[in-house]
T-cell receptor, first 111, second 116 residues
Framework: ETGVTQSPTHLIKTRGQQVTLRCSSQ?????VSWYQQALGQGPQFIFQ???????GRGNFPPRFSGLQFPNYSSELNVNALELDDSALYLC??????????FGPGTRLTVT | AQKVTQAQTEISVVEKEDVTLDCVYE???????LFWYKQPPSGELVFLIR??????QNEISGRYSWNFQKSTSSFNFTITASQVVDSAVYFC?????????????FGKGTRLHILP
């Protein structure tokens, strides 16, 4: 059984650009959550998708948006990148509440 | 409000010593879950334990043990006979069961150095 995968592994973008991060959920998992982990901090909840609908959102501006596809994979889009968006972005999938399985993350650097 | 506090930012111990990582949480829910994760330098979050609010039994898994005390809202983690491979950042986390989503609220982490 394949676990949660994320792509790309690393990414470098320039301030003002847009970025799309991808996450493939574990087989059968219908819920995907995204987290941002800035350097030296704990992960912070961005939003969650359940069966293609946004199911909850943390304290992030609208330029952070997401999508979940019928196969339950997901994308995180960030527009108008800022230097503070540099972070490790973690995706987690789940089928049962409170049983989230995390992917390896995408490290985004904004210059 | 939900919150997790890990007061110890960084700890260094010599190999084979025991070490305890502290975690204090805040929640208004009566049903919630507590977690510990390990994050090695590679960055991936490694799940260690999940505990629900109705199960206050302490747990031991090999060299790892967890002490859950609702009276003090604490969920401490002890590593016995520490090893260099235990060096990592450890996160305590909380998830409330009453919300629409099951977001996980993380503490800021404790960086643990095990010195050979």
């Amino acid at each position: 059984e394949t676990g949660v995968t994320q792509s790309p592994t690393h990414l470098i973008k320039t301030r003002g650009q847009q970025v799309t991060l991808r996450c493939s959920s574990q087989s059968g998992h219908n819920t995907v959550s995204w987290y941002q982990q800035a350097l030296g901090q704990g992960p912070q909840f961005i939003f969650q998708y359940y069966r293609e609908e946004e199911n909850g959102r943390g304290n992030f501006p609208p330029r952070f948006s997401g999508l979940q596809f019928p196969n339950y994979s997901s994308e995180l889009n960030v527009n108008a990148l800022e230097l503070d968006d540099s972070a490790l972005y973690l995706c987690a999938s789940s089928l049962v509440p409170q049983e989230q399985y995390f992917g390896p993350g995408t490290r985004l650097t904004v210059t | 409000a939900q919150k997790v506090t890990q007061a110890q930012t960084e700890i260094s111990v010599v190999e084979k010593e025991d070490v305890t990582l502290d975690c204090v949480y805040e929640t208004r829910d009566t049903t919630y879950y507590l977690f510990w994760y390990k994050q090695p330098p590679s960055g991936e979050l490694v799940f260690l334990i999940r505990r629900n609010s109705f199960d206050e039994q302490n747990e031991i898994s090999g060299r790892y043990s967890w002490n859950f005390q609702k009276s003090t809202s604490s969920f401490n983690f002890t590593i016995t006979a520490s090893q260099v491979v235990d060096s990592a950042v450890y996160f305590c986390a909380l998830s409330e069961a009453g919300g629409r989503d099951d977001k996980i609220i993380f503490g800021k982490g404790t960086r643990l150095h095990i010195l050979p």
